[in-house]
Nanobody
Framework: QVQLVESGGGLVQAGGSLRLSCAAS????????MGWFRQAPGKEREFVAA????????VYADSVKDRFTISRDNAKNAVYLQMNSLKPEDTAVYYC????????????????WGQGTQVTVSS
């Protein structure tokens, strides 16, 4: 089992920045590729970004490319999502997830999920 706890969400104006953190506990963190997903009200959960077990490879959704950066610190058992140039359409609950294989973009491929953190971007 892997337990994931997100933090860092909040209310920010358009154009602002937030940094989300996800703290992991349980099994060896470096054995898991990590992903960030988000879900806005009335919409399906969507992929945001993912990072490989070593941190050497990353993948982003087109909607956040060049604005968001995913990173991880295996010594601290944490994954981060730096979000810059935020837009109102980025408003959602953000979830981190762990996958015991390689980078995936489908939520169904992830084994463990956090409870989410709310990000609200005002216009």
């Amino acid at each position: 089992q892997v337990q994931l706890v997100e933090s860092g969400g909040g209310l920010v104006q358009a154009g602002g920045s937030l940094r989300l953190s996800c703290a992991a506990s349980g099994r060896t963190f470096s054995n898991y590729a990590m992903g960030w997903f988000r879900q806005a009200p009335g919409k399906e959960r969507e992929f945001v970004a993912a990072i490989s077990r070593s941190g050497g490879s990353t993948v982003y959704a087109d909607s956040v490319k060049d604005r968001f950066t995913i990173s991880r610190d295996n010594a601290k058992n944490a994954v981060y999502l730096q979000m810059n140039s935020l837009k109102p359409e980025d408003t959602a609950v953000y979830y981190c997830a762990a996958n015991s294989f390689v980078i995936r973009v489908q939520s169904s491929e992830y084994d463990y999920w956090g409870q989410g953190t709310q990000v609200t971007v005002s216009s």
